[in-house]
């Protein structure tokens, strides 16, 4: 049944991207709709494809965690920002009850905003449309707590502890079709466990739809964030290697990067990025590790061997996004760890230097 549900969501998503192609390949009038609809299907598809690759790190206790002292506001912003998507296109009405800036809590910011987005995606999705969402930031001496309440169809007290498992959905309501693979309720409570919290649902408070409260240990109270400046885009064209030996990564990444207006040159394999970066002695290169001839970390290692690659920054571009990736790259002399699948403003500002690493 669980093979047969994933295949099923998997397959969905697909289906549009093969049409999307086939529409734009006749009537490239309609490239900018089937682009679009290739962009949102894509996106789909990256979301399935990590709660999967989290639901293997569960079952193996292997989720691991990047913490650090974060506020309670950008832990809120990131969530909002992933899931109001979704409850735009439901026309819900959000409510929002924002926290005090000073509260803090020791976590994994991008790990906790993913456990709230997950009860905010479902709040909208269980909530027919026009309905109403409420999310609210509460504190006491020791916990910071995280309430999405909608007022939607409900959840059946009986039906609680199963949906917190794995691959286990509710009945979906009459405004909405089967998806999703059953996955973020039990990622979310595994989250809280891992930061020694928890995960609490229950009936609205009038007994009417869902309150999903995330529970968290707070930290102690941090200055509040001064709104940085935006940093300035640098307009300045450089030299830039990609090696890549998919064929289809190299050519969409050179493509991004030709449209900021630098110079890209591309290699298939180890061997051969070695021989470019000689050559041309790029400003930055973007190396995935699993090439044939020269892995990515045996290239980054050859390439700050070169006197002329101190100024080089090396990016490593890959699937691998483990803690232990992460350092096997920063050992091997790359500036920077970015996870495939990377999106376009990503990929700059790891060019700009403005980030080290980025990974869902």
Request: charged share 25%; glycine share 6%.
């Amino acid at each position: 049944m669980v093979f047969s549900q994933l295949a099923h969501e998997l397959r969905n998503p697909l289906a549009p991207v093969r049409y999307a192609v086939e529409i734009a390949r006749r009537n490239p009038a309609y490239a900018s709709d089937a682009l679009a609809t290739i962009d949102r299907r894509v996106d789909h598809l990256s979301r399935l494809v990590e709660d999967l690759m989290d639901v293997s790190r569960i079952a193996r206790d292997r989720l691991e965690l990047r913490t650090g002292i974060v506020r309670a506001e950008d832990v809120l912003a990131v969530s909002l920002e992933t899931a109001r998507p979704v409850i735009e296109g439901a026309r819900h009405r959000l409510d929002i009850v924002e926290p005090d800036r000073r509260w803090a809590l020791e976590g994994d910011l991008v790990r906790v905003a993913q456990a709230i987005t997950n009860l905010l995606n479902n709040a909208a999705k269980f909530t027919p449309p026009d309905g109403t969402i409420r999310v609210e930031v509460t504190a006491d001496d020791a916990t910071l707590s995280f309430t999405v309440t909608d007022n939607g169809v409900g959840i059946d007290a009986n039906d609680i502890e199963r949906l917190m498992q794995p691959f286990e959905q509710g009945v979906p309501p009459p405004h909405m079709a089967s998806s999703g693979l059953g996955i973020g309720l039990a990622l979310s409570r595994q989250i809280a466990q891992l930061h020694g919290g928890s995960l609490v649902l229950e009936r609205g408070p009038d007994g009417t739809g869902t309150r999903a409260t995330l529970r968290l240990p707070r930290a102690s109270d941090v200055a509040p964030a001064v709104d940085p400046a935006l940093p300035a885009r640098s307009s300045e064209a450089i030299s830039v290697l990609v090696a890549d030996d998919n064929a289809d990564a190299a050519t969409t990444l050179r493509l991004m990067l030709e449209l900021e207006g630098h110079t890209v040159h591309v290699a298939s394999d180890g061997e051969e990025a070695c021989q470019l970066a000689e050559a041309v002695r790029p400003a930055a290169a973007f190396i995935d590790l699993g090439m044939p001839r020269r892995d990515g970390l045996q290239v980054c290692g050859w390439i700050r061997g070169r006197p002329w690659s101190r100024r080089t920054r090396l990016i490593a571009l890959t699937g691998w996004g483990q803690a232990s990736d992460f350092e096997r790259t920063r050992r091997a002399g790359f500036d920077a760890h970015l996870v495939k699948p990377v999106d376009s403003d990503t990929i700059m500002r790891a060019l700009r230097g403005e980030d080290r690493s980025a990974a869902n």
